[in-house]
């Protein structure tokens, strides 16, 4: 089985020594996200076919990776790289440090196992389409021409992939994003869909002309020249850095998802970033709360220290 760690909250950048703990142990309880029991994931190394990781910042995690790789086990890096504002990504790491670490994964790792996500894709005052067309190209350029400062320059590129996708703007997503907005000043606008296919068509192409195949998640309807449906857990690229065969049946986690199957041991709201955008996270005040009641020798990733609602 593979195991994914994790969409519904950056493991990597927050919760390594309880993914290191539960690594050790060879299990992690989840508690279901839809109201059903609790469930156990097998994690020793003959259960686990890979690991996808979801994370805008590796840099915790060097220790768990390492562990991962020692165990024999496979893993690829989704690695969330946008450079926005601070008023939509409050507190991301900088995208140049961001880039340097991604190097230095590629250069120990190879660049197989990292994929790059510029997503959600979202147009605000700070961010419209043009600035979208600069900034993807000055990202993708400083992951595809290298080197980063202190990094190996025989990795070049570090990535030959970038995964595309627009915000999709849920009740949580709307009401987060007005709440910034707000604080800032900002206008922002889910633009219509002509709009958003002509945007990512123009994203592809640049992202072809620094060598990266460009994906679109689960947005079938958004699909145009240069952009073919992603599959984010991925069992071929899974088998390119295993070198061997790793095989999967396709389960989507939602319509036009192509995703393998997996098993996710994350939690939502616990994700501290406070990126304003993301479908994971009810309230940024809920998952600062949750991060901070953390235990990471709890079997589960939030435990009995979840706060259901905000208070």
Known sequence: MI?????????????????????AAGFAQVA??????????DLRPEAVSGFVFWTRNAEPFGAALEAVAAA????????????????????????????EAMRALAARYGPAALVWRYDPVMETDLTPPAWHRENLARIAAALTA???????????????EVVLSFAQIYKKTRANTERAAARHGLGWRDPEEEEKRALLAE???????????????????????GLQAARCVDAERLSRVAGRAIAARTKGNRPGCLCAESRDIGAYDSCPHGCVYCYAVRS????????RRHDPAAESLLGSARVEEPL
């Not at 601070?86 to 995208?95: G, I, T, Y």
């Not at 290298?146 to 030959?160: I, L, M, S, T």
Request: with cysteine; glycine share 6%; proline share 12%.
């Open 203 to 225: 994203l592809a192409a640049i992202a072809a002309e620094h060598g990266l195949k460009a994906s679109l998640c689960s947005q079938e309807s958004l699909l145009g020249p």
């Open 3 to 23: 195991v994914s760690a994790s969409y519904r909250s950056d493991i990597p950048a927050f919760y390594a020594d309880w993914f290191r703990a539960r690594l």
């Open 284 to 291: 940024p005040d809920l998952a600062k709360r949750n991060h």
């Open 146 to 160: 290298g080197p980063a400062p202190a990094v190996d320059p025989a990795v070049d590129p570090a990535v030959d």
């Open 32 to 41: 279901s996200p839809y109201g059903g029991k609790p469930y156990r994931v």
């Open 72 to 99: 024999g086990i496979p893993f690829v890096i989704h690695y969330t790289v946008t450079g926005y504002p601070r008023a939509l990504e409050p507190s991301v790491v900088p995208w140049q440090r961001a880039v």
